[in-house]
């Protein structure tokens, strides 16, 4: 038994949809299977290189108030954002939020207002996951359920700023359980940082369920930023449904919390639909960083192009496990895969897994995985220009991810992830 | 020839000898270079001419074995790369590596200004490092939004030497080696190219060109045309010897020795 983690734990019955009845029924049921299913161990295949150990032997508590005023928000929001989605230990902040005029097409609120404005997906889309996902930290969160953070995007309604979604987490050693819920509606466009930092949290544990639901030739660039303080644990699963043409570019940062683990499914279930997948993770001390992603390419004509890459140093350890999955209905799907490590120690460690499973004919699939330290020729370039060993190796580890964040799109997000990776690396020179 | 040769030699290398994972590439190799001279070197493929530019430069890979090298009187092979960089060895790669998110301005401006404070001079500000900037670029006719960008990253095969030979200018080598500094270039590239090492050569510097073909020949003139087979220098010779050698190819060299 490990389920102590989250005994302290109370569910928070005076919240004003803990009466709402199909709520409490699909609680109740998540709550039971949190009693009934296993703790994700070693011996699960999917958990193999992930010791949750560390988890399993805190005591969480459910967060109270927090004591934050906007000065200490303000400056983690995302400066070119149009809108504004903030969540304070997985409650929605209407004080820090700045939220679009009713009935302009997008609606971007927690879980009460959206329960007025768009009950019927909400209902849906909570009880589809719920239902679908024989998991144990996915019934974690919809057991705890406090709130939801919802975009719903009408069709044809394109939003030219990005919207940014802060998660804050305050306490110390709370478990909140934010919940996602984007749908994005025919032929709309939109960005969003959906990001998670600490202000003031420590040894919590952030456990995250996202559903994200593009409609046919929607756009959607979203970029996830997990900067939680390097005691923090970080879980998340989200399942993505791309219809026909639609396009969903994904780019997810790690350089925070202790444990991160992340599943993503992306399912290509309409014709034609494109998903860009990047990612990177900055790793030092002891921090474990897992990725699990899984793109199915369910219908003819899908793309997906996917590169992950990762820094380890000290004793730190990243985990990939990227599949893709061609379905006997993905004629013509082409996707590539790379993962990309760079292990900088010899206490280091990576393990990745690439796959690919093909069950239709003309395909186009490429996938490769590389584990290795700094290229011994592109030092010696640098060297040959004056510049020392030590700091020639600072200057190509920052390369290695600059490539990455350089490509973002978000100016200001840009620039602070340049900051901290050059905080972390120590290279004198950047962009 | 522009120099008298007179006084010390700019680098000797004496009898050098190299390995690398046990397969001697450099064998016996001996040639000096005075302070004014341009030095072809040319060969078939595998001959050892590129070994024989990262051996000068320093690359940790490569073991010397047997001989020395001596550069500005001093004895360099003990020398990291960083430190022959900061005595005036240059070297212009065949294939320059990119570093994404670090910009041509300030990575110039690093390898600058680690030069200027190891020779205990002043380092440059951006400002002052800028000012410096656009007279070589002027020189080199490259335009400034080179600076911009990152360091050779999605660079066509012409930028990137361009590039190199930006550094060159910027850093002011005693020694400059260029290997195989035309391979990839059209014929305007190529000219460009061949312009900026033109203006670059004085009387103090000496280049040594690595190149496979006679044409980059026709825009710089060499003092001397080494022919490089298994590890050595078999030939000497000056101009003539490269328009031999675009007639004849190496074959006729190599029966020779």
């Known amino acids: 038994m490990h389920k102590e983690f989250f005994q302290g734990l109370s569910n928070d019955n005076t919240l004003e949809f803990s009466q709402t009845e199909w709520l409490k029924l699909i609680r109740e049921e998540a709550n039971q299977r949190v009693i009934d299913l296993p703790v994700p161990s070693a011996k699960d295949e999917q958990w193999r290189f992930t010791d949750l150990k560390k988890i399993y032997q805190k005591q969480f508590r459910s967060a109270g108030k927090h004591t934050l005023n906007y000065k200490d928000v303000e400056k983690s929001i995302l400066l070119e954002s149009g809108y504004q989605l903030v969540f304070v230990d997985g409650l929605f902040s209407k004080q820090f939020s700045r939220l679009p005029e009713p009935n302009s097409g997008v609606f971007l609120g927690g879980l009460q207002s959206a329960l007025v404005n768009h009950p019927e997906e909400i209902q849906a889309t909570l009880i589809s996951t719920n239902n679908e996902k024989n998991n144990f930290f996915a019934s974690l969160n919809t057991s705890y359920l406090r709130d939801v953070a919802v975009l719903h995007l009408a069709p044809d309604t394109s939003l030219e700023k990005p919207i940014h979604l802060l998660n804050i987490s305050t306490g110390e050693n709370t478990c909140v359980n934010p919940r996602v819920f984007f749908k994005i509606g025919a032929g709309s466009s939109v960005k969003v940082l959906e990001e998670y930092v600490s202000i003031g949290g420590k040894e919590s544990l952030t456990n995250i369920v996202s559903d994200i639901y593009l409609g046919q030739s929607a756009k959607f660039s979203h970029y996830r930023v997990q900067r939680e303080d390097v005691s923090s644990f970080n879980i998340a699963h989200s399942s993505v449904d791309l219809q026909k043409n639609s396009n969903y570019q994904f780019c997810t940062i790690s350089t925070g919390a202790s444990i991160s683990r992340q599943d993503v499914e992306v399912v290509q279930s309409g014709e034609g639909t494109t998903c860009g997948f990047e990612g990177l993770a900055f790793l030092q001390g002891r921090q474990v960083c897992d990725l699990h992603s899984k793109i199915i390419h369910g219908k003819p004509q899908g793309t997906s192009k996917q590169v992950y890459k990762t820094i380890i140093g000290d004793r730190a350890k990243a985990v990939f496990n990227g599949q893709i999955f061609v379905s006997s209905e993905g004629h013509l799907s082409s996707a590539a895969q790379s993962n990309k490590n760079l292990l900088l120690t010899k206490n280091g460690r990576v393990d990745t897994k690439p796959q690919l499973e093909i069950y239709a004919d003309d395909v186009k699939c490429a996938h490769g995985a590389t584990v290795g330290q700094l290229n011994d020729d592109e030092m010696f370039y640098l060297q040959t220009r004056g510049i020392p060993k030590d700091v020639a190796r600072k200057i190509l580890i920052y390369g290695f991810a600059a490539e990455v964040i350089e490509n973002l799109g978000l100016e200001s997000l840009i620039v602070s992830l340049r900051n901290e990776i050059l905080k972390l690396t120590g290279s004198p020179v950047s962009l | ?257």
Do not use: C
């Open chain 2, 1 to 257: 020839m522009r120099n008298t040769n007179g006084g010390n030699p700019l680098v000797h290398i004496d009898g050098l000898a190299t390995e690398i994972e046990g397969r001697e590439i450099l064998k016996d190799l001996t040639l000096s270079v005075f302070p004014g001279e341009i030095h072809a070197i040319m060969g078939p493929n595998g001959s050892g001419k590129s070994t024989f530019a990262k051996v000068l430069a320093g690359h940790p890979s490569y073991e010397v074995t047997k001989g020395g090298i001596t550069f500005s009187g001093i004895d360099v092979l003990d020398l990291s790369p960083e430190e022959r960089a900061r005595e005036g060895i240059f070297m212009g790669f065949q294939y320059p590596v990119e570093i994404p998110g670090v910009t041509n301005s300030s990575f110039l401006r690093l390898a600058f200004n680690t030069a200027q404070s190891a020779r205990g001079e002043d380092e440059l500000d951006p400002i002052e490092f800028d000012d410096y900037l656009q007279d070589k670029l002027k020189m080199l006719e490259i335009s400034s939004d080179f600076l911009d960008r990152s360091v050779n990253g999605g660079f066509s095969g012409g930028e990137k030497k361009r590039n190199e030979i930006l550094q060159m200018a910027v850093l002011e080598p005693k020694l400059a080696i260029l290997d195989e500094t035309d391979s990839g270039l059209d014929i305007d590239a190529l000219r460009v190219v061949s312009q900026g090492v033109n203006k670059l050569a004085n009387n103090d510097n000496a280049i040594i060109l690595i190149t496979h073909y006679q044409r980059l020949l026709n825009y710089i003139k060499p003092d001397f045309v080494h022919v490089m087979h298994e590890g050595n220098i078999v030939k000497t010779g000056n101009e003539k010897l490269a328009q031999e050698l675009e007639e004849k190819g190496y074959d006729w060299i190599l029966d020779e020795t």
